[in-house]
């Protein structure tokens, strides 16, 4: 009931401030609830409610956009909707797009309110490129017959060497490498979908002179060809993000820094950044590690520091398990990537 009273105000085009009240109260009932189908509804309709009140391009439809994306992220990394996975990430990637096509629309194609939706349709992007790195080969379809007749022959010594042929079904292998090359096709479509988003907020950053914002997104860039195994793409963006922040005279400078390149980060880094995410990709169950970060991102020399006790012996090689299996963002100085690097959790 709720969606078709929201739906109709939308349509009617006489939203009031009263009424974006009576829907955001309806949200909030929703959650206290638990109904979060019935919030999401919710935060649909005031989006569409803020459009039609302020303006599409407006810095409160804008700002609104903003929490819908958010709620739709946390809301998928927390399973609370009923809908499936694919669905909910295709369509929240079309909210997006639509989004961003109306900001370049009414702006250009460097403007600074792409970089909030741009970073969302990232987000989204690498979760339908998890989603599909996980797809059975099965979920694809190939071309061709799945099955063909093969003639398959035995030489029936009993009978006097007579060569015994029939026909049987069996695997297509041309449907079959066709279906690897769909699913190849449909994971590299996201996994590049994030480059081209990512270097497009680090244009926009550069045209508006957001240093800091750009620093962050070229070692975002940088997360990213470390993720895919491109060392050498890797470092080079993750310097010059490093230098940028160097030679930065803003106040806030020493702290992106300190954030960006001094603390181990965990790559992708940016499950840990955008809503929903959890503030520690490593949880060490109360004991302290200690090990050397390589170039290449690796750890090394694990060791437990401190909270070690007996009984923790499984809780210990599972954290150490855990950290020789991720990938963290380098370490760097004035002149370069360093070799090694001892850092503690």
Request: overall charge negative; some cysteine; glycine content about 8%.
């Amino acid at each position: 009931m709720l969606a078709v009273c929201l739906a109709g105000w939308i349509v009617a085009g006489s939203i009031s401030a009263q009424e974006i009240d009576q829907i955001t109260g309806s949200i909030q009932t929703h959650i206290a609830s638990q109904n979060w189908d019935g919030a999401d509804q919710g935060y649909e309709a005031l989006y569409q409610a803020y459009k039609a009140e302020y303006g599409t391009g407006s810095g409160r439809a804008l700002a609104m956009a903003k929490v819908l994306g958010e709620w739709k992220i946390q809301a998928f990394r927390n399973g609370l909707l009923s809908d499936s996975e694919e669905n909910i990430l295709d369509d929240t990637s079309s909210f997006y797009g639509e989004l961003i096509s109306e900001v370049e629309e009414q702006q250009d194609q460097l403007a600074a309110d792409l970089i909030d939706p741009l970073y969302g349709q990232v987000m989204i992007n690498y979760h339908q490129f998890l989603l599909s790195s996980r797809k059975p080969l099965s979920a694809y379809q190939g071309v061709g017959e799945e099955l063909i007749q093969e003639e398959q022959c035995v030489d029936s010594e009993d009978r006097g060497g007579v060569v015994d042929c029939q026909y049987m079904e069996v695997p297509n292998r041309d449907y079959i490498e066709s279906q690897a090359q769909a699913r190849e096709d449909d994971i590299a479509q996201y996994w590049d979908a994030i480059e081209r988003s990512l270097q497009r907020i680090i244009d926009i950053c550069a045209e508006h002179r957001y240093l800091l914002d750009q620093a962050e997104a070229q070692a975002h860039l940088g997360d990213y060809h470390l993720y895919g195994g491109e060392q050498d793409l890797a470092l080079a963006n993750y310097f010059e993000a490093y230098q940028l922040l160097l030679r930065n005279t803003d106040p806030d400078a020493t702290e992106w820094l300190g954030r960006l390149f001094m603390q181990p980060t965990v790559v992708p880094s940016l499950t840990t950044v955008l809503p929903g995410a959890s503030p520690a990709p490593i949880l060490t169950q109360g004991l302290g590690f200690g090990f050397d970060v390589g170039a290449d991102g690796k750890a090394s020399n694990i060791e437990v520091l401190d909270g070690a006790r007996s009984a923790d012996r499984q809780v210990r090689q599972s954290v150490m398990r855990i950290i020789s299996g991720a990938t963290f963002r380098p370490f760097f100085d004035r002149e370069g990537v360093l070799d090694s690097h001892w850092v503690e959790i």
